[in-house]
Structures are given as C-alpha cells and as structure tokens.
C-alpha cells in the first residue's frame, strides 16, 4: 500500500515569494496534518484538517494557510517566504480526530534564499 | 520552558549494546505517547505507539511511560548499525476537534560496527 506522498521533494524560493506544498494521505485516512521542521529540531505543529475542515492551528503566522480537498488530499500555502521558512515540512496522515497514530510522508524541503 | 524535553546527543554506542533514549514533559493533559525514528533527510517513522503508563514490547524496542513522573523511555537491545538514526519522542492529548503532536528536538544516537 502507498504511504503518504508529498511533491515536490526539494524547493528553492527567494525571500517574499509563494509556495504550494502538496501532500496526499494513506489510503482510508482522513486527517492530514502539516510540521514544519527545522534543522536540528523536532516537528512543530502547524495546521490539522478532517472532512476540509480545520481542526487545529498551531503557533504560526497568517502567511500560512492550508485546505483539504474531496479527496482528503492537501496543500500548504505559505507567502511572502522569509529566510526563516527554510525547513523539511511534513504531511501526517491518520484515520481522525481521536485516532492518534499519524505515519509521516518524506517531507518537502524548502530553501529560501 | 519547552513542553517536551529530550537530550539531544550525540549518542554513539558499539554495536550489540542496550540503549536508552529518554524524554520528559510537563503537560499532564499528555495521553498518547510515541516513538518516531528519522533517518537522514527523510521523513518520520513510526517505531512504538503507547497509551497512558505501562510498557509496550516490540521486537527489540521496548517503550515505557510513567505518568507520575512525566517520564517516558524507549530501549533497543542489540542495537544494529542500521539503527543509527535520530530517534523523536512525540506525545498528544485527547481533543474533541482533532490532535496535534508535540515533539522533543530528537536524540541522534550512531550504533559502531
């Protein structure tokens, strides 16, 4: 069975420009989260969604926004890249809300120059 | 003060040794308790997934979690050199809208041939 896909693998942005990451979940899944992860660090939360809605938010700015579509696929948006948004970002994927256990992609790595 | 503290190494030891990897927190709401290994620029691996105190066995991982101390524990026994990676503890609590993990900063532990 396919895991969690996410595109594009690598990305080089220069400060103040957009970027779309794309994350597909597990087959059956329904919830798809984003982290970014920084060099170093663990994952930070940034957003969770079930059923295209928004279920959780963590502490990042309104540059940030993600949607979930029909398909439970996922994107994350991020604008006006900062230096600082160089980082892996993951896609998780679990069943639902209450359902704990989330499998990871292999993440999108971003570099802003 | 971070809600999840791990050590994070290096932590390099002979092939066929016991290792302990450890993280504390202090969120009490904290229910669901998981081991993640990341290899090198790749995304999470779900090693060990636990609910509340107790212990859980698999293969040569063993995870533990003590509640009342806020304390949780993952040992490999006859570690490999394929086991070199960084390993993440990651906890979550029980939310009615969704969840998010909250992760340790990852110890980066080598197994020596």
């Known amino acids: 069975d396919a895991g969690v896909t996410q595109s594009p693998t690598h990305l080089i942005k220069t400060r103040g420009q957009h970027v779309t990451l794309r994350c597909s979940p597990i087959?059956?899944?329904?919830?798809v989260s984003w982290y970014q992860q920084v060099l170093g660090q663990g994952p930070q939360f940034i957003f969770q969604y079930y059923e295209k809605e928004e279920r959780g938010r963590g502490n990042f700015p309104d540059r940030f926004s993600a949607r979930q579509f029909p398909n439970y696929s996922s994107e994350l948006n991020v604008n006006a890249l900062l230096l600082g948004d160089s980082a892996l970002y993951l896609c998780a994927s679990s069943l639902g809300p209450g359902r704990e256990t989330q499998y990871f992609g292999p993440g999108t790595r971003l570099l802003v120059l | 003060q971070k809600e999840v503290e791990q050590d994070p190494g290096p932590l390099s030891v002979p092939e066929g040794a016991i290792v302990s990897l450890n993280c504390t927190y202090s969120n009490s709401a904290f229910q669901y308790f998981m081991w993640y290994r990341q290899y090198s620029r790749k995304g999470p691996e779900l090693l060990m997934y636990?609910?509340?105190?107790g212990n859980k066995e698999d293969g040569r991982f063993t995870a533990q979690v003590d509640k009342s101390s806020k304390y949780i524990s993952l040992f490999i026994r006859d570690s490999q050199p394929s086991d070199s990676a960084t390993y993440l503890c990651a906890m979550s609590a029980r939310e009615t809208s969704g969840s998010r993990l909250t992760f340790g900063e990852g110890t980066q532990l080598t197994v020596n041939p």
């Open positions: 636990t609910y509340s105190s």
């Open positions: 087959s059956g899944h329904k919830s």
